[in-house]
């Protein structure tokens, strides 16, 4: 028989009540307003996301994580990455920085405390906006947020996915550079929407049955993968 769920934080936000919840040592809940953002016992999506985005990155690359979570993808990211790149990680909640160096860091080995990351808080969207009009670049992009591309995503005017974000992500990205989306389902029309603005595009739906998620990749052509230059 199954423990019962304990709660170990809870928080109200501007997005509606966060909580961390509890079972077992290593099974653990994130919800927002009810709605389960991540499970520790189902991140197979997520680490296949940090580690394909992050293949083949030479020292001295410089990426970018949108969305902290339970630090899964960024331990993927950590892992697959060289000794010499630096990680920034954005997350909105400072409680989610909180969680993940107190109760959470033994999941990722403590993945925040790894010397090679910087932890920000704040709206990715912003970070990438700022970075597509600076000198240097970034040779990967990492978006596990709790929204990925879906259906109702506005194909002009969202922050991330719509055609502008797009093209503020290119501009962001160093030639060769990939930007990494995590969703919940296909969503053709965003992947249209990354072809436009020239982005090579390839899926990946890990596993076989049960929960299965997606991994958008989009990859800038040219150059290498490290370290940034301006283009």
């Not at 520790?40 to 999506?45: F, H, L, N, P, Q």
């Not at 072809?195 to 990946?204: C, L, M, P, R, Y």
């Not at 990749?217 to 283009?231: A, K, N, T, V």
Request: contains cysteine; aromatic residues 4%; charged residues 25%.
């Amino acid at each position: 028989m199954s423990k019962a769920w304990e709660t170990l934080d809870e928080r109200e936000t501007p997005d509606g009540l966060l909580e961390l919840r509890r079972r077992d040592v290593d099974d653990f809940l994130i919800l927002l307003g009810g709605r389960v953002l991540m499970n520790s016992r189902a991140s197979r999506s997520e680490e296949i996301l940090g580690r394909k985005a992050c293949a083949g990155l030479a020292p001295g690359a410089r990426v970018l994580v949108g969305g902290l979570g339970m630090a899964m993808t960024l331990r993927a990211v950590l892992d697959s990455i060289p000794t010499q790149t630096s990680v920034t990680v954005v997350e909105l909640h400072p409680v989610i920085v909180e969680w993940c160096r107190g109760p959470l860091a033994e999941l990722t080995g403590a993945a925040l405390e790894d010397p090679r990351v910087e932890a920000r808080i704040g709206d990715v969207a912003d970070c990438i906006r700022e970075s597509s009009s600076a000198t240097e670049r970034y040779d990967a992009i990492v978006l596990d947020l709790f929204e990925g591309p879906h259906a109702g995503t506005h194909a002009k005017g969202d922050p991330l996915y719509g055609r502008g974000a797009i093209e503020r992500t290119w501009q962001a990205l160093a030639p060769g550079g990939v930007v990494g989306v995590w969703a919940e389902a296909p969503e053709q029309r965003f992947e249209a929407r990354l072809k436009s603005q020239g982005f090579a595009v390839e899926t990946h739906r890990p596993g076989r049955g049960g929960l299965r998620h997606w991994v958008i990749l989009g990859r800038r052509p040219g150059g290498i993968r490290g370290p940034s230059r301006g283009s």
